[in-house]
């Protein structure tokens, strides 16, 4: 426990995040039976960045606290507050179980669904300390568990069955935010929480892996030869640091980057494709870059991992397929390049959750399984939270008709970064879409944004950015 004395005491002043107010459609999913998938074509869901706020109503916290998750759901039906939250606040409990209902009225029985990290809200220590009344790491611990729990039971009551793929956020966590302890007691949580969602995916050694580093990979039952990484990109952010283990000098980084290497290795001599899927993006953190003034760059990895992971995208760019991810929140793609040859993409999921300005999505994906191509996605959005109480989620964009595209591929995508910066129609698009249709929001200013989605490495974006 007295390993988060000094840092509970920290997090307390900056524990003000909370609440500021408080069709089935069946697509051909891989036969849980057979383990064949039943069609030419299959789809799937992706999330982001949940955030599953349990903090809103004062009252129902110390039942929430005392009470096992499985009776939550009890709990929360119990709040007086009917409000699906607001632009700065993370995910109500009605705001989840309306995503949920949407997502399953979408397709009840997707392929699989890809959560590409942060089930916990923000600042989620600071408010524990701060509202609960509890102050002891025990406590604190047991109130993650269950949160994590929840989410997942919540997921599992609506998707029974279905194959979920998760990454882990960088608030998802015992030790604070960006700082998960590799080899710690949260991981193997995690862990046992998250081998019994994958179904039937062909594990190997998805335990040994995520408890050393929150990092995995599995094979799809309908296809030995397509393969899954789930990475955790914590280890690689800027300022990570184990906090709650300072002795331990071991470089988290540099282990899974090898564990990396050799894993695209091996998918390559066994002629198998591969999607790689993670929380925070490579590349630059154009929201920071904006504020750090003219010609400011900030990175979301630190460079030399960002470097290596550039270096590995193009050595195996016949065996990735394709990058997912989440964290900024946003609707965007990013572009993975050597030289001038686009070598792979990121597709960024927008989040669930509000909190910095973007309507609430999900997102369904049509793919092909022969090829593990992506051939189209379309975003829903939730208006409830720009028309207050309106509980309507609706599609918002279908990415092929909006852009013109047959495929959600590098060279596609590559073109599509031309025509945004050249077609004001195609530009306004993207900026519209980019905070999921809040008619308030805007990427600005541009450069930094279009710069950003081409050029992932320092050099390649200062240039673009500064000429």
């Known amino acids: 426990m007295k390993r988060y004395i000094l840092f509970a005491v920290m997090i307390l002043a900056f524990a003000g995040q909370g609440c500021t107010g408080c069709s089935d459609n069946n697509n051909g999913p891989a036969d849980d039976t057979t383990g064949k998938h039943t069609g030419a074509t299959g789809k799937f869901l992706m999330i982001s960045d949940i955030h599953f706020n349990p903090y809103c109503d004062s009252k129902i916290l110390p039942q929430l606290v005392k009470a096992d998750y499985t009776d939550w759901p009890t709990i929360f039906s119990g709040v007086t507050d009917t409000s699906y939250g607001y632009y700065d606040s993370d995910t109500y409990y009605r705001l989840f179980v309306s995503g949920l209902e949407a997502m399953q009225a979408q397709n009840s029985k997707p392929d699989m669904i890809i959560i590409n990290g942060d089930l916990l809200s923000h600042h989620f220590n600071g408010n524990f300390y701060s509202r609960s009344g509890e102050t002891t790491a025990e ?14 039971m919540m997921i599992d009551k609506y998707f029974p069955g279905v194959p979920v793929l998760p990454v882990l956020g960088n608030n998802d966590d015992y030790c604070g ?20 969602m994958l179904r039937n995916m062909q594990q190997t050694d ?3 892996t995520f408890k050393k580093g929150g990092y995995y990979k599995v094979t799809m039952p309908w296809d030995s030869t397509q393969a899954f990484i789930g990475l955790n990109t914590i280890f690689f952010y800027e300022w990570y640091s184990n906090v709650c283990n300072p002795t331990d000098t071991a470089n988290p980084a540099t282990a899974e980057m090898a564990w990396l290497e050799q894993q695209l290795a091996d998918c390559k001599a066994k002629g198998q494709h591969v999607w790689l899927s993670y929380h925070i993006p490579p590349g630059i953190d154009v929201y920071k870059s904006t504020q750090a003034g003219p010609c400011g760059v900030i990175t979301m990895w630190h460079e030399k991992y960002n470097t290596a992971f550039i270096a590995l995208v193009n050595k195996y760019r016949d065996v990735i397929q394709g990058n997912f991810a989440g964290h900024t929140h946003m609707d965007e793609f990013r572009l993975v390049a050597d030289g001038d040859d686009i070598t792979s ?39 409830g939270i720009e028309h207050r109480g309106n509980n309507n989620w609706a599609e918002e964009y279908n990415y092929g008709k909006t852009y013109h595209i047959n495929s959600i591929d590098a060279a596609t995508l590559g073109s599509l ?27 600005n200013p541009w450069q930094y944004y279009r710069c950003g989605m081409r050029y992932i490495d320092t050099a390649g974006f200062v240039q673009c950015n500064c000429k």
């Not at 406590?139 to 997942?152: C, G, L, N, P």
């Not at 935010?177 to 019994?196: E, K, N, R, T, V």
């Open 139 to 152: 406590a604190y611990e047991s109130f993650v568990r269950k949160t994590i729990s929840f989410v997942f």
């Open 177 to 196: 935010d960006y700082h998960i302890q590799p080899d710690g007691p949260f991981l193997s949580f995690y862990a046992g929480q998250s081998a019994p």
């Open 206 to 208: 998805f335990m040994t």
């Open 345 to 383: 993409f990121v597709h960024i999921t927008p989040a669930v959750s509000p909190i910095f300005g973007n309507n609430p999505a999900f997102v369904e994906v049509t793919w092909d399984p022969a090829k593990m191509l992506m051939l189209n996605s379309v975003t829903y959005r939730f208006k």
């Open 417 to 443: 970064w031309q025509n945004i910066g050249t077609d004001t129609a195609m530009h306004n698009r993207y900026a519209q879409y980019f905070y999921v249709s809040n008619p308030k929001k805007k990427p």
